[in-house]
């Protein structure tokens, strides 16, 4: 492990565009559900006070993905040196802290029990309360946290419930009505692959290397949306759910009729095209689900897009289109609260706190926990 290498510091006090009110409390928050180990202290105006991420995609890429017991032991020998450098970095003691949180699933379930372990520790060795966060409302919650324009300008203030979400991760890609805290009904979801899949399955086959969604938007930036035809499957469809096997399929097929190696050219246009049918899914999909009688009936004010693909600048574009022609508004994570990191658990564990959803007896961590069993 080359700590100093893969560490990456994020005091971001200054973003915090809270209020300040009534009484401060602060939480510690860890995450450890993948390949990032990642600590955060933040406070109930939303500033972070610190935010230290050590990710270990150095150490998986080699394997063109994440290797879960290697993912599992970086986690071992980084969480004490997180945890410790994110208390140092915000000047504090765990005296000062008020709520221990950490990701208690659903993920890679090596890593969670580190971080989850490493929690209830520091909880029970201090007394202070504990909340077990779930890692998807971890995503879900960012946004309320801080919140981004799609050009990435800070919008003032979290968002509200109840809210409209689209929830793209590596590992999940659901619409989700967001009533509160705990409060999740599910409106469309993944038949097969997540986005986030689709994203790296296609850049492992261009040999681009992982993870694949930040080098794929960056390629697509300057190719030709127009040149590969994809499929978008369901889209001729009634219904919220999606479908992105297809889409991979159409990749291989394509691409075991082009010999490599792929020129620059070929790769930034077969991105753009590959891109381009993700971003139609994503956005019929949701057109829908602004017309489902339910979604219709809360009255969400915003559309919100989170989770490590959010970061796309592609779908950020098209949703905040997409909410303006439905007379909502569009708020992101800012991009370094859409991957994976300790931020929007420490958040999720402050909210739960507020709404008295600590720990009151021991909790076996989770590798699958829908988010619609909270
Ligand atoms: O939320 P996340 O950090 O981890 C999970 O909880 O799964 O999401 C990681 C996923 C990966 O599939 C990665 O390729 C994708 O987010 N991703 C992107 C972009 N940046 C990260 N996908 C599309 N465009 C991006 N710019
Ligand atoms: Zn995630």
């Not at 080699?62 to 915000?90: F, M, Q």
């Not at 509160?180 to 399955?201: C, H, M, N, P, W």
């Not at 997409?322 to 994570?333: I, K, Q, R, S, Y």
Request: glycine share 10%.
């Amino acid at each position: 492990m080359n700590t100093e290498e893969n560490i990456i510091k994020m005091d971001m006090g200054a973003l915090g565009g809270g209020n300040a009110s009534g009484e401060q409390i602060l939480c510690l928050g860890i995450e450890s559900s993948c390949d990032e180990t990642s600590a955060a202290i933040v406070d109930s105006d939303r500033n972070i006070l610190a935010h230290i991420i050590y990710s270990q995609i150095p150490e998986h890429q080699k394997y063109g993905g994440v290797v879960p017991e290697l993912a599992a032991r970086a986690h071992i020998l980084a969480i004490d040196e997180v945890v410790r450098r994110t208390l140092a970095t915000a000047g504090k003691t765990m005296n000062d802290i008020d709520v221990v949180a950490a990701t208690a699933g659903p993920g890679l379930i090596g890593g969670v029990l580190i971080g989850w372990m490493a929690a209830t520790g520091i909880a029970q060795a201090t007394g202070k309360p504990l909340v077990a966060v779930n890692h998807l409302e971890g995503h879900a919650l960012a946004p309320r946290l801080h919140a981004a324009s799609a050009a990435g300008a800070s919008l003032k203030n979290g968002v509200e419930f109840p809210y409209l979400l689209m929830l793209a991760s590596g590992g999940h890609c659901q619409i989700l009505l967001v009533r509160g805290v705990g409060r999740y009904e599910l409106i469309g979801q993944t038949l097969d692959d997540s986005a986030g899949e689709a994203f790296d399955k296609v850049a492992k086959m261009l040999g681009l290397g992982y993870p694949g969604g930040p080098v794929v938007d960056a390629r697509a930036a300057n190719g030709n949306a127009a040149r590969f035809k994809f499929p978008r499957p369901l889209c001729d469809k009634p219904g919220c759910d999606f479908s992105f096997s297809g889409i991979k399929t159409a990749a291989r097929t394509m691409l075991d009729r082009e010999p490599a190696p792929y020129s620059d050219g070929f790769i930034n246009d077969f991105c753009a095209s590959f891109q381009a049918s993700v971003v139609d899914c994503i956005t019929n999909r949701l057109a829908n689900a602004m017309d489902d009688a339910r979604v219709r009936a809360a009255m969400p004010k915003t559309l919100v897009v989170a989770g490590g693909v959010a970061k796309n600048s592609a779908i950020r574009a098209a949703l905040e289109r997409l909410a303006a022609e439905h007379g909502m508004l569009f708020a992101a994570p800012p991009m370094n609260l859409c991957t994976d990191n300790g931020a929007m658990i420490a958040w999720a564990g402050l909210e739960n706190y507020r709404a008295g959803r600590v720990v009151d007896a021991p909790v076996a961590p989770r590798p699958r926990w829908p988010l619609t069993e909270l």
